[in-house]
């Protein structure tokens, strides 16, 4: 039998009972929408889940901290400051020679040391000040943390900072009188400000120091930690610090760092570094292991959502067997004529077989259309309802609701073909082995 | 006959299970057919005759027994090659006509050739050759509810036809036609019959016999000779007294 010919007779077969096929259809329709919605409804969910998702902009980013272990809670280990301490075997602290090691892992770019700094400080910035978030990052470049930049250049030397992209908004005027407008803020970029740097001796004199040091950059916002901080090279923050610590330098070699940015050369190895950090016993952790839990939450999510839905397909697969076996009922003589006129077995169970999966297709091709559709507006209703929420409660509105992928509607009508293809295996059988005598006679 | 017979049957028996009790439809029969003949099976109903017939044209398997057409054992063929054979080499014509409602005359006749494989162009030559054969031509796009019985029939011997088997096997074709149209209808088979098709009818209609070269009396799955035939025919009942409760 030729394909073409076996096309034409099925949908002939099917538009002959367009009643029926179309009822049967509509089940196939229904759990063919709900698969589509609910898939989509939790593929939106995830896209507007990670895009929320705080800081994760670059996926080629690993934290590394040192491990205090157990003992961190048997013995008081001092966090960066002066002391001793970090001696038990379990500790595993980042010295400079941990951190060679580390740059030494195939896959790693840099091994970038940061640090904050361990007193309080003022930006003043002509009548302008705000609080210093200082960071201190060991490395000449900025870009090699895989921030970005705005406006300016993210060089750091002796002498320069560059701001985050909030911390640039966040300067205000101390001292307004009630009434008095704020002033807007002159662009701080190329500009020298001050850094007052203030500390109490033990009988409580309070000691500033004031440094001069010039705006080179400001960074584009990240939703990140870096838009909340100020960058300083580490030599300048380490100086700093000593004066904070009343002249004594922390050791790195005795005390190490207590935050270390390794930036690996592309997203793919970053699982792989991750491990291989872990392994050394310090604990590295990646943005990328949240979003692929993240991920495989929402994978879980939609094999749920799926399968709720495909419990309506399921029922509708029962509607296309029944159907089929009815109409099977129907046709006895039928079939037994294709059969006198050399239809072969294969014949039978091609035409009823094609049949059944011609109604899933059928409504699979609905259902498609309906998922997306009411996918769509679900998202147009939804949109409405939390701008207005937004707008009630003050906030940005994110939401889209539901999210229907090509792939999606193309395997749900797939699917849909292969329910009614499944469907129609026993009825088709039951056609094919018919005797052909007993169903030429068959009233 | 010299010529070879085009089909040969060799103690073919055939046995059906109605519930615990066995039906011999056929209980040995040994047949030759010869190429280019009209022969007829007659039968009282019960006989074994349309089992014969289905038999013969590969829609039934024998119990036991060889069936040779045209040198080919059809009790060794399977299923993919009986649905072949019966596609090439016959053409069944029913009592019932067996037309597809929803499908017009020219549909009905075109419907065998939709699974050889036949150009769509070629099938509708075809068709409407074998229409015009059985003088249907003008009716080719009406629906069998809208042809008499006659009519009906002439459509599904041209559906018959219309692969061009060597061997037209018809069940009781006259059965549900009145006295008139049964008879051109056996005119029609006469025809196909003198076009060189061997023809074999299962009938009990008598005025099939006078086209006949050849007719085969069945009488509980045996041949009979028409002597042995008659005087099972003419056997009197004798009338039964009423029995007294």
């Given at each position: 039998?030729?394909?073409?010919?076996?096309?034409?007779?099925i949908?002939?077969n099917l538009?002959r009972r367009k009643g029926r096929v179309f009822l049967t259809a509509v089940g196939v329709?229904?759990?063919?929408?709900?698969?589509?919605?609910?898939?989509?409804?939790?593929?939106?969910?995830?896209?507007?889940?990670?895009?929320?998702?705080?800081?994760?902009?670059?996926?080629?980013?690993?934290?590394?901290?040192?491990?205090?272990?157990?003992?961190?809670?048997?013995?008081?280990?001092?966090?960066?400051?002066?002391?001793?301490?970090?001696?038990?075997?379990?500790?595993?602290?980042?010295?400079?020679?941990?951190?060679?090691?580390?740059?030494?892992?195939?896959?790693?770019?840099?091994?970038?040391?940061?640090?904050?700094?361990?007193?309080?400080?003022?930006?003043?910035?002509?009548?302008?000040?705000?609080?210093?978030?200082?960071?201190?990052?060991?490395?000449?470049?900025?870009?090699?943390?895989?921030?970005?930049?705005?406006?300016?250049?993210?060089?750091?030397?002796?002498?320069?900072?560059?701001?985050?992209?909030?911390?640039?908004?966040?300067?205000?005027?101390?001292?307004?009188?009630?009434?008095?407008?704020?002033?807007?803020?002159?662009?701080?970029?190329?500009?020298?400000?001050?850094?007052?740097?203030?500390?109490?001796?033990?009988?409580?004199?309070?000691?500033?120091?004031?440094?001069?040091?010039?705006?080179?950059?400001?960074?584009?916002?990240?939703?990140?930690?870096?838009?909340?901080?100020?960058?300083?090279?580490?030599?300048?923050?380490?100086?700093?610090?000593?004066?904070?610590?009343?002249?004594?330098?922390?050791?790195?070699?005795?005390?190490?760092?207590?935050?270390?940015?390794?930036?690996?050369?592309?997203?793919?190895?970053?699982?792989?570094?991750?491990?291989?950090?872990?392994?050394?016993?310090?604990?590295?952790?990646?943005?990328?292991?949240?979003?692929?839990?993240?991920?495989?939450?929402?994978?879980?999510?939609?094999?749920?959502?799926?399968?709720?839905?495909?419990?309506?397909?399921?029922v509708a697969a029962i509607g296309i067997a029944n159907t089929m076996t009815m109409a099977i009922l129907e046709r006895?003589?039928?079939?037994?004529?294709?059969?006198?006129?050399?239809?072969?077995?294969?014949?039978?169970?091609?035409?009823f077989l094609g049949e059944a999966a011609g109604i899933g297709?059928l409504g699979?091709?609905?259902?498609?259309?309906?998922?997306?559709?009411?996918?769509?507006?679900?998202?147009?209703?939804?949109?409405?309802?939390?701008?207005?929420?937004?707008?009630?409660?003050?906030?940005?509105?994110?939401?889209?609701?539901?999210?229907?992928?090509?792939?999606?509607?193309?395997?749900?009508?797939?699917?849909?073909?292969?329910v009614g293809f499944l469907s129609g295996l026993y009825p088709a059988?039951r056609a094919?082995?018919?005797?052909?005598?007993?169903?030429?006679?068959?009233? | 006959?010299?010529?070879?017979?085009?089909?040969?049957?060799?103690?073919?028996?055939?046995?059906?299970?109605?519930?615990?009790?066995?039906?011999?439809?056929?209980?040995?029969?040994?047949?030759?057919?010869?190429?280019?003949?009209?022969?007829?099976?007659?039968?009282?109903?019960?006989?074994?005759?349309?089992?014969?017939?289905?038999?013969?044209?590969?829609?039934?398997?024998?119990?036991?027994?060889?069936?040779?057409?045209?040198?080919?054992?059809?009790?060794?063929?399977?299923?993919?090659?009986?649905?072949?054979?019966?596609?090439?080499?016959?053409?069944?014509?029913?009592?019932?006509?067996?037309?597809?409602?929803?499908?017009?005359?020219?549909?009905?006749?075109?419907?065998?050739?939709?699974?050889?494989?036949?150009?769509?162009?070629?099938?509708?030559?075809?068709?409407?050759?074998?229409?015009?054969?059985?003088?249907?031509?003008?009716?080719?796009?009406?629906?069998?509810?809208?042809?008499?019985?006659?009519?009906?029939?002439?459509?599904?011997?041209?559906?018959?036809?219309?692969?061009?088997?060597?061997?037209?096997?018809?069940?009781?074709?006259?059965?549900?036609?009145?006295?008139?149209?049964?008879?051109?209808?056996?005119?029609?088979?006469?025809?196909?019959?003198?076009?060189?098709?061997?023809?074999?009818?299962?009938?009990?209609?008598?005025?099939?016999?006078?086209?006949?070269?050849?007719?085969?009396?069945?009488?509980?799955?045996?041949?009979?000779?028409?002597?042995?035939?008659?005087?099972?025919?003419?056997?009197?009942?004798?009338?039964?007294?009423?029995?007294?409760?």
């Amino acid at each position: 039998m030729r394909f073409w010919d076996l096309v034409s007779l099925i949908s002939e077969n099917l538009r002959r009972r367009k009643g029926r096929v179309f009822l049967t259809a509509v089940g196939v329709v229904i759990g063919t929408a709900a698969v589509v919605l609910l898939v989509s409804l939790a593929t939106g969910l995830q896209k507007s889940a990670t895009s929320n998702l705080w800081g994760i902009t670059d996926l080629s980013r690993i934290d590394v901290y040192p491990n205090y272990g157990e003992g961190m809670y048997m013995e008081a280990v001092p966090m960066g400051g002066g002391g001793g301490g970090g001696t038990t075997s379990n500790v595993k602290l980042l010295t400079p020679t941990v951190l060679d090691e580390i740059a030494a892992i195939p896959g790693v770019k840099f091994v970038i040391p940061r640090d904050y700094m361990y007193g309080q400080g003022m930006i003043q910035f002509g009548k302008f000040e705000t609080w210093a978030g200082l960071m201190g990052v060991k490395t000449d470049n900025l870009e090699n943390l895989g921030y970005e930049l705005d406006r300016g250049s993210m060089e750091l030397r002796k002498g320069t900072i560059v701001a985050g992209s909030w911390v640039v908004q966040n300067f205000y005027v101390p001292n307004l009188r009630p009434g008095q407008e704020m002033p807007e803020l002159p662009d701080i970029l190329d500009q020298r400000v001050k850094l007052k740097l203030t500390k109490w001796t033990t009988d409580g004199q309070e000691v500033s120091r004031t440094v001069e040091l010039k705006v080179v950059g400001v960074l584009r916002e990240m939703r990140n930690e870096a838009d909340g901080s100020f960058f300083v090279s580490m030599e300048e923050l380490e100086a700093w610090n000593t004066w904070f610590n009343n002249g004594q330098r922390i050791n790195r070699n005795k005390n190490g760092y207590n935050d270390v940015i390794v930036r690996a050369e592309s997203p793919e190895v970053v699982m792989d570094v991750t491990q291989q950090i872990n392994d050394m016993g310090y604990m590295a952790y990646s943005p990328q292991s949240t979003v692929e839990g993240i991920n495989s939450f929402f994978v879980i999510l939609q094999v749920v959502f799926g399968g709720i839905g495909a419990i309506a397909l399921l029922v509708a697969a029962i509607g296309i067997a029944n159907t089929m076996t009815m109409a099977i009922l129907e046709r006895t003589r039928e079939i037994g004529l294709m059969k006198a006129v050399g239809a072969t077995n294969r014949d039978v169970l091609t035409i009823f077989l094609g049949e059944a999966a011609g109604i899933g297709f059928l409504g699979g091709l609905g259902g498609a259309l309906l998922g997306w559709v009411g996918g769509y507006a679900l998202n147009v209703v939804s949109m409405q309802f939390l701008a207005s929420q937004a707008q009630q409660q003050g906030y940005m509105s994110t939401g889209l609701t539901a999210d229907t992928p090509l792939w999606l509607l193309l395997f749900a009508i797939l699917f849909a073909t292969l329910v009614g293809f499944l469907s129609g295996l026993y009825p088709a059988l039951r056609a094919a082995t018919l005797e052909p005598v007993t169903a030429l006679k068959y009233e | 006959m010299s010529e070879q017979p085009v089909i040969q049957i060799r103690n073919l028996r055939k046995t059906f299970t109605m519930g615990k009790q066995k039906v011999h439809a056929l209980a040995g029969v040994d047949l030759d057919i010869a190429p280019g003949s009209l022969t007829v099976i007659m039968g009282p109903s019960g006989s074994g005759k349309s089992t014969l017939l289905y038999l013969l044209g590969g829609l039934d398997r024998p119990t036991s027994g060889t069936i040779q057409v045209n040198g080919r054992y059809l009790d060794q063929m399977d299923e993919n090659d009986l649905g072949l054979f019966r596609r090439k080499s016959v053409g069944f014509i029913f009592q019932s006509f067996n037309l597809i409602p929803s499908m017009t005359a020219m549909q009905n006749v075109i419907f065998p050739m939709r699974f050889t494989g036949v150009s769509n162009k070629e099938r509708q030559k075809q068709a409407a050759r074998m229409l015009s054969q059985v003088g249907l031509a003008k009716r080719a796009l009406h629906r069998p509810t809208e042809l008499s019985g006659g009519q009906q029939q002439r459509v599904a011997v041209a559906r018959a036809l219309v692969n061009n088997p060597p061997i037209i096997l018809a069940d009781e074709p006259t059965g549900n036609l009145d006295t008139t149209s049964g008879f051109g209808i056996m005119k029609l088979l006469s025809k196909l019959n003198l076009e060189g098709r061997t023809v074999i009818v299962v009938t009990h209609d008598m005025r099939m016999c006078q086209f006949a070269s050849n007719i085969i009396y069945l009488l509980d799955g045996l041949t009979v000779s028409e002597a042995e035939y008659e005087a099972a025919s003419h056997f009197e009942i004798p009338e039964e007294e009423p029995e007294e409760v």
